[in-house]
């Protein structure tokens, strides 16, 4: 959260009490280890992936193989993920490199997995070497320069429980917060939007920057242009699966000109484990 040099009004302070009240959830915080030494089966962002050498490694539209991205490592004994994530295995997300600096991303189709894959294998055969793996043909991070892959840099991340309360970005933050402000201050908006009823001063501590960026599972999404969710045809995509945001000093993630990345999944199917839906995107500034 922003610090400020003076305290919310007791007005202001009241709605962002009863919007943790109705939003906090139970999230994880994914935070970058760069002293860490990494290996193909540890939690990173980037680098050589593991793979399940008995199964076919996923590739892209065109044939080529996709990236790593990011995996998570359910095993790690630091990691104490409650449900709907899973408690074992491996999570892998991977993308597709290609001219037009894409990632992977599909505008139009974002739910379709043809330059995007999310994979997960529910056990980790750990005698698997990372020669065994390069010999499959499997890519490490890209060699081209010039391609911007959104990950400057292979990574290890730790993974931290930490509540999450929603930021303006979420499509269904403007709803709850015209009802907080009926419930809690009793002022029906009518067809008004919420920041119509307060001021600059006091929208700046319901408009925080820092509610919902940073890399997560679960929780809530940030954006620099908007929800995609917000489509009807994307309404069923309602949790955050994982975000990778943007460092400002550049070292190991920039998404284009300082953007996020975000796959989201209807809950029901992250419980069955199931990660043959899911919706990718990546926008920026």
């Not at 009241?14 to 280890?33: F, G, M, W």
């Not at 899973?86 to 330059?115: R, Y």
Request: aromatic share 12%; glycine share 6%.
């Amino acid at each position: 959260m922003v610090e400020r040099a003076t305290p919310p009004t007791e007005r202001i302070q009241a709605i962002l009490d009863e919007l943790k009240r109705r939003t906090a959830r139970d999230a994880y915080y994914l935070e970058l280890q760069p002293e860490q030494e990494t290996t193909p089966i540890c939690s990173k962002f980037g680098g050589l992936p593991y793979w399940d050498l008995t199964k076919p490694y996923p590739v892209d539209s065109k044939g080529e193989k996709l990236f790593l991205l990011a995996q998570i490592n359910f095993d790690e004994a630091e990691i104490d993920a409650d449900s709907p994530l899973p408690q074992t295995g491996m999570l892998q997300f991977f993308i597709a490199v290609d001219e037009d600096m894409m990632w992977g991303a599909n505008f139009d189709e974002p739910d379709v997995q043809k330059d995007f894959r999310v994979v997960y294998h529910p056990h980790i055969d750990k005698t698997v070497t990372a020669q065994q793996i390069k010999e499959q043909g499997i890519p490490d991070m890209p060699v081209d320069d010039d391609c911007f892959f959104p990950i400057l840099k292979e990574v290890a991340v730790k993974i931290q429980k930490k509540q999450a309360v929603m930021g303006t970005e979420d499509y269904r933050f403007d709803a709850i917060m015209a009802d907080i402000i009926k419930d809690v201050c009793k002022e029906d908006l009518g067809e008004r939007e919420w920041y119509s009823y307060i001021t600059d001063e006091e929208e700046d501590y319901i408009c925080d920057p820092n509610l919902a960026c940073g890399n997560w599972m679960l929780g809530y999404p940030f954006f620099t242009q908007g929800d995609i969710r917000e489509d009807a045809g994307y309404l069923q995509y309602d949790t955050l699966l994982l975000q990778i945001d943007s460092e400002d000093d550049m070292d190991y993630i920039m998404w284009g000109d300082c953007g996020v990345g975000n796959f989201f999944i209807p809950l029901e199917h992250l419980k069955k484990k199931d990660f043959s839906k899911v919706l990718y995107n990546w926008d920026c500034y």
